[in-house]
């Protein structure tokens, strides 16, 4: 019997680089606000010309290189994306053309700042049954092309780039070790953009309204993520029939660094098996968590044989957490 495990994995994010002081120039805020209240003191940010696709085919074509397959050979390709290019087709149909990854399957998922881990676990299923050998899962997302930057309740919260894996089989007891996949539908309303959807059709006066930007409830938010962060995380570490005691690296969604606090205080880790880079990169959305674990592997903080826990939260409310064992 087989698993599904990431075979290789990459990331990109841009290089225009905007700091707390240049959004002191901008909104009404200082650094030291957002550094204590995030844990933030920068984001990378797309320019004009560059849209998430951009992102997810720098990211892709690394993790293909890592893992040391052409794009010909991809069965599948997942984008989860909140920011696609254009609301259709899905962003995966550009990736994969300009990836040259003629025969993959292709389709963007929807899941906010949790799309990595769902499309993980949707990725997964296809390596496990079988059906597919090589399966593309990137989390790419451009925030800033939907912020207000009238707004310094969510301005200074985030930025822009992608993380890809590639899925294939690995021996059993390696790999994807469990999931755990939730939403809380009646939060909604807590973060979304209320326009230019079928609800709110794009019009003159949802543009005057500001309706295509980012609204959020940053309290509602972020009691739902102190919540669930641990909590997801722990059911998925039971899954795996583990404890705590066994994880080795925690990957949480990097939105603010007093969520990431709770829930590692939550799981009882050490900060020395915590990985954070929020303070470079803001909440980049369904690319946190790739971003995070990509820089992990780089820097030793991942190594063979790791017990890795991915865990995320974000719009619908969703949440979700993987426990995976690295390769050896
Ligand atoms: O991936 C999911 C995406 N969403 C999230 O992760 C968001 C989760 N929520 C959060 O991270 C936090 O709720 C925020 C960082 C958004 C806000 O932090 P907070 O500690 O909950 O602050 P608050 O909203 O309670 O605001 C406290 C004060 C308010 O002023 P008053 O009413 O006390 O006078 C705000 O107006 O801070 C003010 N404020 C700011 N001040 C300076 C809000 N934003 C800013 C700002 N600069 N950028």
Partial sequence: ???????????????RVLTNSDLEKMVDTSDEWIRTRTGI??????????????????????ALEDAGVEAADVDMIIVATVTPDMPFPATACIVQDRLGAGKAAAFDLQAGCSGFIYA???????????????????????????????????CVLFGDGAGAALLHRVPSGS????????????????LKIPAGGSRLPASADTVAERGHFIKMEGNEVYKFAVRIMGEAALMSVEEA??????IDCLIPH???????????????????????????????????????????????KVGPGSVVVMVGFGAGLTWGAVTLRWKE
């Fill in 41 to 62: 003191s920068e984001r990378h940010i797309c320019d004009a010309d560059m849209a998430t696709s951009d992102m997810a085919v720098k990211a892709a074509a690394a």
């Fill in 120 to 154: 993980l676990t949707v990725g997964s299923q296809y390596i496990i049954s079988g059906a597919y050998r090589n399966v593309l899962v990137i989390g790419a997302d451009a925030l800033t092309k939907v912020t207000d930057w009238e707004d310094r309740g969510t």
């Fill in 175 to 190: 790999g994807l070790l469990s999931f755990k996949l939730g939403a809380v539908g009646s939060g909604a309303d807590y």
């Fill in 254 to 300: 990097q939105a603010n660094i007093r969520i990431i606090d709770a829930a590692a205080r939550r799981l009882g880790l050490p900060p020395e098996k915590v990985f954070i880079n929020v303070q470079r990169y803001g909440n980049t959305s369904a690319a946190s968590i790739p971003l995070a674990l990509k820089e992990a592997v780089d820097s030793g």
């Fill in 1 to 15: 019997m087989w698993n599904a495990g990431i075979a290789g994995i990459g990331s990109y994010a841009p290089e």
């Fill in 241 to 246: 029939g583990l404890t705590t005691e066994d």
